[in-house]
């Protein structure tokens, strides 16, 4: 089979690695792709929000499976394009995934059908969203309704930070049209999890949780970045847990999505927000998390390209889907710096060295080549993965692993996982 895989980052990377393990797969392009996927894949440049021409070269070269790692060409309806042509593609139509496009969608989706989640209002006119704000009081959270690249969401601890938000979100339109509407929500207190599913728009079938770490520094202090880290099994979801997730969460959101008209396959992503035997849903997204994917995927036993047919054609069953009793640890190497300006282009050393130990991965998020050479190329730079038989040996083998790569300034974590092990 030949594949198709949009997108550049340390996800992608780690779908190209997974897809490239099946048996049935003879060729791999990825647009644009990364170095780190080089000798798993040939890295094309297709025209990124051109739909139609990607359509063209997936018919030209014969794809068999086309998969879109990041949510801004599904929002804007990439799925639409290749389905009208018949082409298999593994994501939501941009109906379904406006359920991460739209957080007054999902918001409403999730009030329709009792799916549970935090109380919230939302708002077009920043003098009723600052009314609704002095009303309620602090902590409370604010979300630009629209695609904001991660960062269009406020946990405003204080009234006067709520306030600034909207400020910036619907004055200063920090956000552009992404903030035309707020959604303003009750601040939750717990532990989050990320669990992701596959799901071909009838049976949805859960991966094993995960659970990223959003700040930039140890203990969960700084700013937030798009994830400096991430592990799964999550024990914080109890397979009891789990279990209950499926029948209040997963299954009745993708229930109320087809009867909404906007049946969804894919993978959905289920951040969640638990307090004891208490489940929310923090936000949906319609595609797989970054880093999650680089802990989730290296425990799949299974095929993930059948899987993902089996998503796309309507025909996934939860024998398919089957994991490994293993453990993993992801560790991402920034750019010191993020997630403000930082400077791009510095030689990195020492990835084979790091990739040879057992076990060990290291996906590529922000590199390039240059004169021979991986420079660094983003402000997340390497995710180095390590698989281990519990949650402490993979941690201690991803740490092995960072030592060995080198870049000027870098900055990483040190307690990735601690969560798990306090
Ligand atoms: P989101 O982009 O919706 O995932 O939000 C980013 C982060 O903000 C989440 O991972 C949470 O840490 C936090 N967050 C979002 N909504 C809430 C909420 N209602 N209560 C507390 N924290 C939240
Ligand atoms: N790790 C968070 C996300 O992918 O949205």
Redesign the pocket.
Known sequence: MRILVIGGGGREHALVWKLAQSPKVEKIYVAPGNPGMLNLAECINLPASDFESVAAFAMEKKIDLTVVGPEGPLVAGIVDVFKAHGLAIFGPTAAAAAIEGS?SFSKELMHKYNIPT?FFKICSDSAAAKAYIKEKGAPI?I?ADGLAA?K??V?AMTEAEALTAIDDIMGSHKFGEAGAQVVI?????GE?ASLLAFTDGDMIVPMLAAQDH?RINDGDEGP?TGGMGAYAPAPVLTAELKQKCLETILKPTIAALKAEGRKYSGCLYA?L?IKGSDIKV??FNARFGDPETQVVLPLLSSDLVEIMLACANGTLNETMVKWSDKSAVCVVMASGGYPASYPQGLVISGLAAANAADGVVVFHAGTKEKDGQVVTAGGRVLGVTAVGSSIAQAKDEAYVAVDKIHFANVHYRKDIAWRALK
């Open positions: 957080k935090a959270v979300k991660g269009g969401v946990v929500e009750e601040f939750m207190d989050e959003k937030n951040g927000m923090v936000e």
